[in-house]
């Protein structure tokens, strides 16, 4: 047979507002709060679903959904954690969607680390696990979606500024290996209509006090052939061809900088 089931609700109301359930563990004055747990039974099955669901609504907002961690006036919050279980196959997805909205916008996530008063914001790490004994680290994918008509969205990703120290670095690297190193590829959007394809631009920082940022691109160097720099200006098809500029830049008030082109010294 099956143990018994248990069912903890309140009437429904047919005018007015139906009753609240409010199951809670006691405050102290001098010690701990109590604690409070909800635990699913195991089997040989499939173990028992959690479930925590907010209210439909016909007519108005549907219910909100909060799990929030304790906060504390003299020492750390409480901490936060969701986790899915571990598997002896696959392990548990995770899956945090926003809700769909037929006339208006979909629901927005937003992650955002916590404010440190009089010290550091908290950091925010998204990053796959590292592979097993065998296999391959896992993928990991940042996009926005597509659109059928008007713009698609924009990902926008940068590091902070600062009023009195040094702005924020922003670095991406591709992981090394025995075979091929990974491919760093950065392409702007194609356009199948009448307007011109998407611009690239890579610019060093200005400065109103010092000198401007560098700004360099650079072949890797290998143990048979070091690695070629190619540079194309588009294939016109009915106008003319991409043109190439190099330019040094003015100098206001001294020189302009100078251009050299040359090939190195040969080895021995």
Partial sequence: GVSGDLSLSTGTASVGTSGSVSIGSGSSASGSGGNFAISVGSGDGSGGTLSVAAGDSSGDAGGAASIIAGSSSSSGGGSLSLASGAGNTSGGAVTLDGGVGTTALGGSIAITSGVGTDT????????????????????????????????????????????????????????????????FSVVAGDSSGSNTGGAASVIAGSSSSSGGGSLSLASGAGNTSGGAVTLD??????????????????????????????TSNAGT
Avoid: Q
């Fill in 120 to 183: 550091s914001s908290g950091s925010v790490s998204v990053s796959t696990s590292n592979a097993g004994t065998s296999g391959v680290s896992g993928d990991l994918s940042l996009s926005t979606g597509t659109a059928s008509v008007g713009t698609s969205g924009s990902v926008s990703i940068g590091s902070g500024s600062s009023a009195s120290g040094s702005g924020g670095n922003f670095a991406i690297s591709v992981g090394s290996g025995d075979g091929s190193g990974g491919t």
């Fill in 233 to 262: 200006g588009g294939v016109g098809t009915t106008a003319l061809g991409g043109s190439i500029a190099i330019t040094s830049g003015v100098g206001t008030d001294t020189s302009s900088g100078s251009v050299s082109v040359s």
